[in-house]
């Protein structure tokens, strides 16, 4: 699947992955071939992997911690804050990477994406009736693209 075919796919949201239209989307999804759906979560895995960076750093824009400080996101909160940026669509994905504040309206607990990491395997389910135990060439979870955090090398 090439980056265009992704980002229009990702179009369908209309900005936000909210369970309805990533239910939508996966049935779209799975109405193609299986390729596809492979070549879907590929493209998905590298966006996050991307995204997989200093943007970690910044806090939950609408949570305060004990006393007023800045709520820090966790591994969790990173992980949907980033299917957030990838669900608005490729001007927001590609903006962030020149500007880190683009990033923070995503880190709200409004704009959770959650349901996007759903779709590949959603997909896949609707087109084979069988679950898919997937790997993917790029790792989406939090911290783990080295080059995105040096400091946390070895």
Known sequence: MTWDDFWALIATLHGEATAERCERLAEELSRRPVADIVGFAERHAE??????QEFGTLPVID??????SPFPQSSDVFLYARCA?????????ESVFFDAE????????????EWLLYVPDKAYELATGNEW????????????NRDGWPHLRD
């Open 47 to 52: 966006a996050l992997y991307r995204l997989d």
């Open 63 to 68: 949570l305060t911690a004990r006393f007023g």
């Open 85 to 93: 940026v990838v669900a608005a669509g490729r001007a927001v994905w």
């Open 102 to 113: 683009k990033f923070a309206p995503y880190t709200s607990s409004e704009r959770d994406g």
């Open 133 to 144: 135990d997937r790997r993917t060439r790029y790792c989406f979870e939090s911290y783990s």
